[in-house]
């Protein structure tokens, strides 16, 4: 090859190099304005109420359920929550009427607000009930028990005998973990300055089980009924109690999500069964600790207390137990069963 064709082709080569180069950079140049006007483009859209987490049929929105996030101006319609337009504060406290997946906009026919018809139906779970009891300042842990928290049921009541003598005080905590669904036919909490105002009620709507709902109505024909306000951090040990027991089975391979739901799902649940009590006789050494005698066991301290008294008095047993009258042809005694 002749030396002026070999410049020619390293002329050639280096023209083609140049010229990769060049269109290269032009079209990396041209692609950077694009992506950066379609981010400009989105950034610039309002931002719209969206669900941080997925919500269920029932779930009451909180403040770590919602936030507001950008969202294309394209994509907007009329039924989303628009920030600035839309009052957080109003939002707290309704309840989800349609299941809202996590990342999802939440729309206005999604929630249902407290006062608005079939809010309280919305706020049952599934198969569950709403009871309302009376309260008091005293029975009603001072009116610091609000919509959402979850409460033990303690009944007190005073049992009596028939034969007139002390009265047995007692409590006993028939139900755990109930949740909170109205006070006084309030299902929101008033917040003034930031802060939660805090009223006196005279009623309590809570959410049970049809069964519950029965105990619960025998409960009160039966004594006073009192609230006693369970702590959050009970939660977490109450659903590792649920777990080792095995009502509650986490599927293998379930997402986070789906945890998350079982564990709410749990967390919620009544609590029936292995009550505690209290009898006046645990309290102070002036109350009695056991159930005053009733029926037979009074006919047999009454035969007791008739054996004749006197110089006779010897011949006649003494009967500390339960007397039964045995007839024998035409002779009836009167025998003790138990301990002479």
Not at 131 to 137: F, G, N
């Amino acid at each position: 090859m002749d030396r002026k064709k070999l410049v020619l082709l390293v002329a050639a080569l280096l023209i083609a190099v140049v010229t990769a180069m060049g269109a290269r950079s032009m079209f990396a140049g041209s692609a950077a304005p694009q992506a950066q006007a379609v981010a400009t483009a989105q950034s610039t859209g309002p931002k719209v109420l969206v669900a941080q987490r997925a919500l269920p049929v029932g779930t009451i929105i909180t403040a770590d359920a919602v936030s507001y996030q950008d969202w294309p101006k394209e994509l907007v319609k009329d039924a989303y929550f628009i920030d600035g337009q839309a009052d957080m504060q109003k939002l707290l406290g309704t309840v989800v009427r349609f299941q809202i997946t996590a990342g999802q906009p939440v729309t206005q026919g999604a929630l249902v607000a407290p006062g608005d018809r079939g809010f309280l139906a919305a706020a049952l779970g599934p198969g569950m009930r709403a009871v309302t009891i009376p309260v008091s300042a005293k029975t009603g842990v001072g009116g610091f028990v609000f919509p959402g928290d979850h409460v033990d049921l303690v009944l007190t009541q005073q049992v009596t005998g028939s034969d007139g003598g002390q009265a047995l005080r007692a409590s006993e905590t028939i139900l755990r973990n109930l949740r909170v669904l109205a006070t006084d036919q309030a299902t929101d909490n008033e917040v003034v300055d930031g802060k939660t105002v805090v009223h006196a009620f005279s009623t309590v709507t809570l959410e049970v089980t049809p069964r519950i709902a029965e105990k619960v109505a025998v409960a009160q024909e039966i004594g006073t009924l009192s609230l006693s306000l369970r702590a959050i951090a009970d939660s977490q040990g109450e659903f590792e109690r649920i777990l080792a027991s095995g009502d509650v089975k986490v599927p293998e391979g379930a997402t986070r999500a789906q945890e998350e739901q079982l564990m709410r799902n749990a967390l919620n649940r009544p609590i029936e069964g292995s009550s505690t009590y209290m009898t006046g006789g645990d309290v102070s050494r002036f109350q009695r600790s056991s159930r005053p005698a009733t029926g037979p066991e009074v006919a047999a301290r009454t035969a007791v207390a008739s054996v004749p008294q006197g110089p006779t008095a010897a011949a006649a047993p003494v009967r500390t137990g339960p007397v039964v009258r045995v007839t024998r042809g035409k002779e009836t005694t009167e025998e003790s069963v138990g301990n002479h």
